[in-house]
């Protein structure tokens, strides 16, 4: 099993970035993923969730509005659309499977001016 984050970056507030994860080694489109992120000095948080097929999604509250989970089960690959960001966003950002164990190393968002 493997999950592949990528698009991370430094930004200024208010910018916008869209972070992709691939996944491979499992019948992704079988699964229910997340989004979770962990900011330095702090437990990691769960910021947005997904359905396997993609029809219910889920959003922490200081996220809603801004950010949109989605996939494409096709490609096996899960996004997060994340606008209007914050400092307070700065995180490590990873995907993860429901249910398991499942999770990728990990993209970093820096949100700064």
């Known amino acids: 099993v493997q999950l592949v984050e990528s698009g991370g970056n430094m930004v200024q507030p208010g910018g916008s970035l869209r972070l992709s994860c691939a996944a491979s080694?499992?019948?992704?489109?079988?699964?229910?993923m997340s989004w979770l992120r962990q900011a330095p000095g702090k437990g990691p948080e769960w910021v947005s969730g997904i359905n396997s097929g993609g029809g219910r999604t889920y959003y922490e509250d200081s996220v809603k509005g801004r950010f949109t989970i989605s996939r494409d089960n096709s490609k096996k690959t899960l996004y997060l659309q994340m606008n209007s960001l914050k400092p307070e966003d700065t995180a490590l950002y990873y995907c993860?499977?429901?249910?398991?164990?499942?999770r990728g190393q990990g993209t970093q968002v820096t949100v700064s001016s």
């Open positions: 080694g499992f019948t992704f489109s079988t699964y229910d």
């Open positions: 993860a499977a429901g249910g398991t164990s499942w």
